[in-house]
């Protein structure tokens, strides 16, 4: 496994991610990691669209999450992203969710991702991907 | 404009559609008339997914709903749906979301969709979508 | 009616709010109608949350959108939002969506709230949001 | 560990449920998870919005899902879900996700609950969940 950069991205909590609770609804985190990852590679110089549209995929195929403080209405959160290359074709991304506020870790969790062609046929993963990771 | 068949089809609010407001987030509603308006199509005995790949697609061009009494967490309701062609190429599907519990209305609203190709170019209707409206 | 303040707020379109047309999916145009009425607030001065924790809410009575031209994955989008008054209990926001890259109009629509306490009784708007409109 | 009854429920893909791969979005199967314990609890002779009203509550503190074969638009899916009892605090369901049409297996996963009041403080898990697992 080669580990690659940390980066960090904020977002703000929308009304309509609380449910009646009043707390966020437990499958928002994991939208909030597809944003993450996607602000991940944006910082390191490229962007999943474009590596979308030269004809690769990263279909998630295993998704973690653990729930440690509430993450609320209006909340600023900030998610810090380190990915990882486990093999050509394998990539997962570890995430840390922290309230701006008070510092508290929201959640944590991980998502592993396999690469495709736009088809879901395998394919390694497109150098330019593959050189972001030591 | 041609009226077409009325259809109905009933749904239970998941706990994910509920807002810290304690009552359904305005958005699922639109969800909720995306649902009624496939259980149309399978209830007059095609499925948009068939005419989706016969290479037509209905996308949305204006939306409404009239919020009338909350729905709330794991409440029935049943949605009672109608087509009118405004056109050839103009479809229109109005909706009345009722409790099933009390009968009273929760919503209603309306979505007018453009017919067309995969590629977003304008299309007429499939014909064996204008034959259901008289 | 008294005219309130327009705002702007941007925010860019998540890979969870496409469907398989390509395009975002038209329920998502109201969450983020959501995002730009809770920025307004908040640019001028209040936060819906404050405005919630003294008892007020504004749950959505009606909504409506105008699809124009899709918005799609990545995109940057800027939303100029304007509240009007119509009542002492009544509120309505305007919204215009724009695709940053080229100016394009994505979509346009409203949004008509009522006031109410905490219990979903009829309730005037804070005098501190009153205040807003002219 | 004590294990209580599998139960099944099946549901259908709805369109705002895929995203641009032509998929479901991977967030999605967490709320198909939250329909699957609901109605658990449901066919075994109670209902979570009863369990609510009597002051309990079911946050998520872990959730994990391992996604096999994609899910699809319109695809009826039926879901297996076991309890089990972890501790008179804690209990996990886990799921599996099977295709309709041809019996394969589209994701399995787990969520894991803590047991609280209605402020989010640790309480046993009502004596009436308790008595369903053996």
Redesign the interface.
């Known amino acids: 496994m080669k580990t690659g950069p940390t980066t960090r991205t904020v977002l703000r909590v ?3 991610e ?6 966020v ?4 985190y ?2 909030w990691f ?2 993450a990852r ?1 602000e991940w590679l944006r910082a390191l110089g490229w ?3 474009e590596m979308e549209a030269h004809g690769s ?1 990263l ?9 440690r403080q ?1 993450a609320r ?2 909340d600023e959160l900030e998610i810090r992203t380190t990915g990882e290359l486990l093999s050509p074709v394998r990539v997962r991304f570890t995430y840390e969710l922290l309230r701006v506020a008070d510092g508290a870790t929201a959640a944590e969790g991980h ?1 592993v991702h396999a690469a495709t062609d736009a088809a ?1 046929r395998p394919r390694k993963l497109p150098e330019r991907v593959r050189a972001l990771f030591s």
Do not use: H
């Open positions: 929308r009304y309509g609380t449910d009646q609770m009043g707390i609804y437990y499958a928002n994991l939208t597809e944003v996607t962007t999943y669209k995929r279909p998630v195929i295993e998704a973690f999450c653990r729930y509430s209405y209006d998502t879901g």
